[in-house]
């Protein structure tokens, strides 16, 4: 009998809310919060048990933050070797490539720890942020910023979701003529940036060389990139792609759309924010997202 291909997918920044890492504070798999302190010498473990909101709104935190406890529920999940495919939303990107085996842990956490420092940077020298733009696509999306200056795409999350970033003229545009630019309604993003368009050029300067330094290896499932919606496999293809992906729309409906019918896909992350984004775009896949240990009986797993 076939089963269905394993799919693992993790958030991004956003997902994490106070106490979050609490849950699993006495699971073994915990270590992996511990692992990505070593690697950065930031006090992850203090972030994901008793960080404040305000802690974690700072980009810095919360890319680490979410990143740890991503690991530790993919270690206590036990999926890592049976997984086929591996997606992540913009920062859960390096927690994808960690899993498929294309980074260790130790240089996915250092990538980390470089591309947060660099985007609350870039946010800091160009003023901006997000706002989700509900009841359009990508078409309304891309006119939208074709009318207001300084607006970008930044996320296509799915039907009826996107995400415009810029600056803070632009969203204030944007917020203003929602209906006249064809949506809903426009819900300001609590982010510490205009993330994923070109205001965060600087970043990428800063990434540039740290990815050059990193080894990427060709891993054992193969990773969908943000920023095309494709699966690569090849190692020497990952820099570029990351370093597109801080200036480019994260296109995680693309991703969705590209993965096999019938597959069974596990979130790995606390908050369940994925797992609702890919029921809007798919009906013919299994979802289930592990955020507490009790979430892992869904998957045959003692919590």
Known sequence: MTHPATVLAFPGQGSLVPGAGEPWATHPAFAAVADVAEATGVDVPALVLTGTSDELVATENAQLATFALSLCILDAAGLADQATLALGHSLGEYTALVAAGVLTRGDGARLVAVRGAAMRDAAASAKGGLVAMLGGDEPLATAACEAID?????????????????????????????????????????????????????????????????????????????????????????????????????????????????????????GGVLQGLIARIRDDVDVVSVGVPDDLTRLGRAS
Not at 167 to 196: N, W, Y
Not at 244 to 268: N, Y
Request: charged share 15%.
């Open 150 to 270: 300084g607006a970008y795409v930044a996320n296509l999350n799915g039907p009826g979701q996107v995400v415009l970033g810029g600056t803070a003229e632009a969203l204030d545009a944007l917020s203003s003529r929602a209906k006249e630019l064809g949506f809903r309604r426009a819900i300001p993003l609590k982010v510490g940036g205009a993330f994923h368009t070109p205001l965060m050029a600087p970043a990428a300067g800063v990434l540039e060389p740290a990815l050059a330094a990193t080894s990427f290896g060709r891993g054992h499932a193969g990773v969908l990139a943000n920023v095309d919606g494709r699966v690569h496999d090849d190692p020497a293809e990952w820099p570029d792609l990351l370093l597109r992906q801080l200036t480019s729309p994260v296109r995680f409906q693309d991703c969705v759309l590209a993965l096999p019918s019938g597959c069974s896909i596990v979130e790995c992350g606390a």
